[in-house]
């Protein structure tokens, strides 16, 4: 059986590609996907795709992904400077979890500095833009049994 990882993205993301485009690049979150499903396909894992503007729908697949996924790769977006409950739900997920965001969250806005969802990572990626997913991807394959 394939190894199962999910790659969660929170709130904007799906306006990735036109939302800042001088921060976050023009490459959209299908971009994304397609690049990572060809990647998955390489590397003999499978991957599942979820975006949400919404904190409880999160938290819903991360709760789901317990009975699912083998690993947890989340760009929480704006959720990871103030989601308690995103981090509670990633805390009773038993795998790897893998944090990522598109910009080094430490060169912006002071408030950025601190991710809850970091706490839970067993690794984080910042900065690298949309080549982070990959990254992740390409770690997370090794780290799941």
Do not use: W
């Not at 990882?5 to 971009?31: C, F, H, K, M």
């Not at 690993?71 to 103030?82: F, L, M, R």
């Not at 409950?85 to 795998?95: K, V």
């Amino acid at each position: 059986m394939a190894k199962q990882i999910l790659i969660l993205n929170g709130p904007n993301l799906n306006l990735l590609g036109t939302r800042q485009p001088e921060v976050y690049g023009s490459t959209t979150l299908a971009d994304v996907e397609r690049d990572c499903a060809a990647l998955a396909e390489a590397l003999g894992v499978e991957v599942r795709f979820a975006q949400s503007n919404h904190e409880g729908e999160l938290v819903d697949l991360i709760q789901d992904a317990r009975q699912t996924a083998n690993g947890i790769i989340i760009n929480p977006a704006a959720y990871s400077h103030t989601s308690v409950a995103i981090l509670d739900a990633l805390n009773m997920f038993d795998g790897p979890v893998l944090e990522v965001h598109i910009s080094n969250i430490h060169k912006r806005e002071e408030f950025r500095h601190h991710s809850f969802v970091s706490a839970r990572a067993d690794g984080v990626i910042a900065g690298c833009g949309v080549a982070g997913y990959q990254l992740a991807l390409r770690h997370m394959a090794n780290l799941i049994p």
